[in-house]
C-alpha cells in the first residue's frame, strides 16, 4: 500500500470537460491551502488550550468544537485534491504485475466503486446538512456552533471528490493504458 501518489489521475484535458477540469483543479488548490491553514490553526488552538488549562489555569470549553470543525473542513476540503494526484491510499502491488490493459480495467472500476460511494456519501451529507440548516441545530456545548458548518464542509467536499472521481473516469477513455512505473 501506499499513500504518497507518484502520478495524477487520468483527466481530461481538453474540450468542455478539459474546462470543468481546470476550473476543479484551481478550486482543489485553494482548498488544499485553505485545508493547510485550518490544520495549522487546529494546532495552535489546542496548543493554547494546554497551555492556558495547565499552566496559565484558564480553562475554555470551545478549543475542542473548533479544531473539530477546522479538522472536519480540512480532511473533506482537501479530499479531491488528494484524488486528484492519487494520493489516497491505494494498493499499488497489483500496477506492478498486471498488464497495463488489466491494470488500466482495474483503476477504472475502482474508481467507479469509489464514485459511487462518494455520490452516496455526498446524497446523505445534503440530508444532514438540511436537517441541521432547518432544525437550528447546534452542539451542546456553552458555546453551540451551528451543526451547518461541518455538515456543509462534508458536503462541499464530497461532492467536489464526486466531480473528481467523475471527471477521471470520463478522462480514463483517453489516458495512456501504460502505468507511470512503466513508463
Not at 479531491?80 to 497489483?94: E, F, K, P, S
Not at 441541521?132 to 464542509?153: M, V
Request: glycine content about 10%; proline content about 5%; overall charge negative.
Amino acid at each position: 500500500m501506499t499513500a504518497v501518489a507518484t502520478t495524477t489521475a487520468d483527466v481530461p484535458r481538453a474540450g468542455l470537460l478539459g474546462l470543468v477540469q481546470s476550473l476543479v483543479t484551481g478550486l482543489n488548490g485553494v482548498l488544499a491551502v485553505l485545508s493547510a491553514l485550518a490544520i495549522a490553526t487546529a494546532g495552535g488552538v489546542l496548543t493554547w488550550e494546554v497551555i492556558g488549562r495547565y499552566f496559565l489555569s484558564i480553562p475554555s470549553d470551545w478549543q475542542d468544537e473548533l479544531s473539530t470543525f477546522l479538522l472536519i473542513g480540512a480532511t473533506f476540503g482537501s479530499a479531491a485534491w488528494t484524488q486528484a494526484r492519487r494520493g489516497h491510499v491505494g494498493i499499488d502491488a497489483l500496477a506492478h504485475i498486471l498488464p497495463p490493459r488489466v491494470d488500466q480495467v482495474r483503476r477504472l472500476l475502482a474508481d467507479a466503486c469509489s464514485l459511487l460511494f462518494v455520490a452516496y456519501f455526498t446524497w446523505k451529507s445534503w440530508q444532514l446538512l438540511g436537517e441541521a440548516w432547518e432544525e437550528g441545530q447546534t452542539t451542546p456545548s456553552a458555546w453551540g456552533p451551528p451543526l451547518w458548518i461541518p455538515y456543509g464542509c462534508m458536503t462541499a467536499g464530497m461532492a467536489l471528490l464526486a466531480l473528481q472521481l467523475l471527471l477521471q473516469l470520463l478522462g480514463s477513455r483517453h489516458a495512456d493504458p501504460k502505468p507511470a512505473h512503466l513508463a
